[in-house]
């Protein structure tokens, strides 16, 4: 599989937390980086709509049937039929999408209650659901203000909402839901060409066979033998009216290649038996005229390509937002199930931590107006679903409120998406015997919201029925890191057992376990993982033995919902003053140099919202070296998984540049003082203490920084070649703002030690690359020169140590530049320091 990188760490917008309760202080807090979400739909899978329903929708392979009573069923309903064919005419007159909200749900619903009404007395109905119109108000709770079109929820929640069923045809619903109390949303669109064809798309999943395929509607073979398989990305078969097509059935756009060839003799007329007429003028002009027009129409279509294929980006975009808000803003979700309509066609869309899956589009109804076998088998496969098959995750939270109780729910929690799980009962098990305890969530702290990757979450929680935690001011963090790295709460235990062990300072005043101060105490960390009938193991299983189009395979990452309970920390905004942040900094680079000694272990994931800080017992300010989800142990220093590490913003720019084989580098010791460098810089250039703000605000503001504000939004490319030139330049603006002037010396030593590094590296590379050029042939000898001119090739320069860039870039030297602030020395504590030459 080609590598296809994206972040663990998702930046988004550059906010550091002005609001003391949005959490960790320079975490990337907003919504979605539109770079981040197209690499994820790059990544996406096409499938056929059989693939659709089996593997996702959970209907077992023959459904047709086994479900072939309540197909009829569905069919025979006099409701469903007419409000169908409503729906079915409405698309033929309306240039209005508005116009299609309400009786597609109309038709959905009551193909929904068809199924319903025909349970038996003795049989148990599942929960009712309904297909209700969203589009006039944003959903609320979210990150950010987006309505989709349509959602779907129990009716029992809507019935509580107290919106009428008469009005919400033209106006919507009166009282607003949140993203938490949505279990589906539906997107709709005028015209079939904005669906998703499946361009671009690396992955496509090939047919088995017949029945993937709708018949009405023939797809163009292609050159491949039947067994292999049809490309689910192969346009359907159209035939074009040939009386008002000049190209006779061909369309205008056909490429040359794709028209027959002329044969010699068909070009030269030599086996005709009749001369060839020679062209007058007027049969010239003619054909120059016609030539013409058919270049504009040509001009004309591909324009409307091209225009189309933007659209359908922005409409994948779009769907792909909600998504993002259903899988950060809805709970504890595993995954979102949905679907975009356009007029007579509808497909499918699924998205969870590891893949997104779009359905090649189905036919509502048939040429002749008669619903189609797809679109029965969704309605069947959308209502049968359970909560878990839904992406409800109750093993973790087992909260019906959220959605079904719609009173319960917003008096709780008032439409503040930092409110989302106030009150909420968190399930876990702790201690070698099995306690079962029940945490209490309280606000948000912070969230870094995502599709494919971690989408770690960090809320306030209390433990007042469990002894050994009552009286701990907790947080819970909630993440979804694949299955097979090394988890957080074992580098922290590692690095803490270690720092116990330590041998005695022979130093007064140095204590030997100096490092617990500056490293999180994490409590509790336990994992959640899917059902056997869940999309994520039927997938998993459906990927290994499917057919790819182009010899692709998809290399799935299993994903668990991971719970760490850990202490609380303050995080680096609620400092008050500039030598607070000094010494909180400098305390970042001595236990990252102790970790990296002593447990070995290396962060890879150092940026502003990682960097916090507590009060130790005797009250003094500690920085504390947060978030190992990312690390590695120093003797497996490759990507574990195929994402980069770390927050891109603070990231080395070698990091942001791939190998031949598209692997990101080995990630080293000094890239993480890179990101200390880059951290110092967006802290003091981008900011200000401002100490009129009232008590329990952060004293720190933004200031406007262009250059460095647009780190967070450029393409790994672009940021790459920016912190490339800002390190080479002679002379950058690194001029701090007014209240972090002491960091001047900071940041001149810095900045001077990592450019001298790099630029002695440049030319290592240039000698490398001189010395391995072909050496040039010596000119002939001249009898008139008595002097004769040897030629020597070329040497190879001699070794030079990448870790440190030949010795330019170490600890050492890094703490030399930062131990002083504002003339005074700051607290070193790391004494036990390691004799290493990577350091």
């Not at 003795?122 to 979210?142: F, H, I, M, T, Y």
């Not at 990305?233 to 002329?262: C, E, Y």
């Not at 002939?780 to 070794?799: H, K, L, S």
Request: aromatic share 8%.
């Amino acid at each position: 599989m080609a590598a296809a990188f994206i972040f663990d760490s998702i930046p988004s917008q550059f906010n550091l937390a002005m609001d003391h309760d949005m959490g960790v202080s320079m975490s990337i807090q907003g919504l979605d980086s539109v770079d981040n979400l197209n690499t994820d739909l790059r990544s996406r899978i096409f499938v056929f709509p059989q693939v659709f329903l089996t593997k996702i929708l959970q209907l077992p392979p023959d459904w047709r049937t086994v479900y072939q009573t309540e197909m009829k069923t569905i069919r025979s309903s006099k409701a469903f039929r007419s409000l169908l064919k409503e729906y079915s005419d409405t698309c033929d007159s309306t240039q209005d999408e508005k116009m299609l909200y309400h009786p597609f749900n109309q038709a959905w619903n009551a193909g929904t209650r068809a199924l319903y009404e025909k349970k038996g007395k003795n049989d148990k109905a599942p929960p009712r659901l309904g297909l209700c119109r969203q589009d006039s108000q944003e959903v609320l709770a979210g990150k950010a203000a987006l309505s989709s079109d349509s959602l779907r929820l129990f009716e029992s929640l809507f019935e509580g909402s107290g919106n009428s069923l008469r009005s919400i045809k033209d106006n919507g619903l009166s009282n607003n839901l949140t993203w938490v109390q949505t279990l589906h949303w539906f997107e709709f669109k005028l015209h079939p060409r904005l669906l998703d064809q499946g361009a671009g798309c690396q992955y496509r999943i090939l047919s088995e066979g017949q029945s993937q395929i709708s018949h009405s509607f023939p797809l163009v073979s292609n050159n491949k033998s039947a067994t292999d398989g049809i490309d689910p990305a192969t346009p359907a078969i159209t035939i074009p009216d040939s009386s008002s097509d000049p190209h006779n059935g061909v369309p205008f756009w056909t490429s040359a290649a794709q028209k027959r060839p002329l044969t010699d003799s068909a070009r030269t007329g030599g086996s005709s038996k009749y001369a060839r007429v020679v062209s007058t003028p007027d049969v010239s002009a003619a054909r120059a005229k016609f030539q013409k027009g058919a270049e504009e129409k040509q001009s004309i279509a591909m324009e409307q390509m091209a225009a189309d294929s933007n659209e359908r980006k922005k409409v994948s975009l779009q769907c792909a937002r909600y998504a993002l808000e259903m899988l950060s803003s809805a709970g504890f979700r595993t995954h979102c199930i949905s679907a975009l309509i356009a007029s007579k066609q509808m497909q499918p869309l699924y998205y969870d931590r590891s893949s997104i899956i779009v359905c090649k589009d189905f036919h509502i109804v048939d040429s002749n107006g008669d619903v189609t076998d797809f679109f029965i088998g969704t309605i069947i496969g959308f209502s049968k679903l359970t909560e878990r098959q839904r992406g409800i995750q109750r093993s973790l939270c087992d909260d019906s409120s959220m959605v079904e109780k719609y009173q319960t729910h917003t008096t709780r929690c008032r439409d503040d998406p930092k409110t989302a799980f106030q009150g909420v009962k968190l399930n876990l098990t702790v201690s070698e015997d099995e306690t079962k305890v029940a945490l209490t969530l309280g606000r948000i702290v912070s969230r870094q919201p995502g599709i494919v990757g971690r989408d770690t979450c960090v809320v306030e929680a209390t433990a007042s029925e469990y002894e050994p935690w009552k009286k701990k001011e907790l947080v819970v963090k909630i993440s979804w890191p694949t299955s097979t790295r090394i988890s957080e709460v074992e580098f922290v235990t590692r690095a803490r057992k270690k720092a116990r062990e330590m041998p005695q300072s022979p130093i007064d005043g140095c204590q030997s376990d100096w490092a617990l101060d500056h490293l999180p105490d994490i409590v509790h960390s336990q994992d959640f993982g899917y059902d056997a009938d869940s999309p994520h193991a039927t997938l998993r299983e459906s990927f290994l033995t499917a057919k790819w189009a182009n010899d692709q395979t998809f290399l799935h990452e299993d994903r668990v919902c991971r719970v760490t309970v850990q202490e609380r920390l303050h995080r680096l905004d609620e400092l008050k003053t500039p030598r607070e942040y000094a010494q909180v900094l400098v305390d970042i680079a001595q236990i990252h140099k102790w970790v990296y000694d002593h447990p070995r272990i290396l962060h890879r994931d150092i940026s502003m919202g990682n960097i916090m800080w507590r009060q130790n017992c005797l009250g003094i300010i500690c920085g504390v070296l947060n978030d190992f989800d990312l690390s590695s142990y120093r003797d497996d220093l490759g990507a574990t998984s195929r994402h980069r590490t770390g927050t891109r913003p603070y990231m080395s720019f070698e990091l942001l540049k791939n190998d031949k084989e598209g692997r990101p580098p080995q990630h080293l010791y000094r890239h993480d003082l890179e990101s200390i460098l880059y951290a110092v810089l967006l802290l003091t250039r981008c900011h200000q203490l401002d100490g009129t703000l009232p008590e329990g605000r952060s004293q720190l503001v933004r200031v406007a920084c262009p250059k460095l504000d647009g780190w967070v939004h450029l393409p790994c490319d672009r940021l790459q070649s920016e912190k490339e030139l800002f390190l080479m330049t002679s002379d950058p603006n690194i001029e701090p703002t007014t209240t972090f002037k002491g960091f001047k010396p900071w940041l001149k030593q810095l900045y001077k030690m990592f450019r001298t590094g790099f630029r002695a590296q440049s030319d290592f590379f240039y000698q490398l690359r001189a010395a391995a050029a072909p050496i040039r042939a010596p000119p002939p000898v001249d009898r008139f020169c008595p002097i004769a001119i040897e030629y020597t090739p070329r040497q190879a320069p001699a070794p030079f140590n990448h870790h440190t860039l030949a010795g330019n870039v170490d600890y050492v030297k890094f703490l030399g530049a930062c131990r002083f602030f504002g003339g005074e020395l700051l607290h070193l504590r790391n004494y036990q320091l390691v004799s290493d030459e990577e350091t």
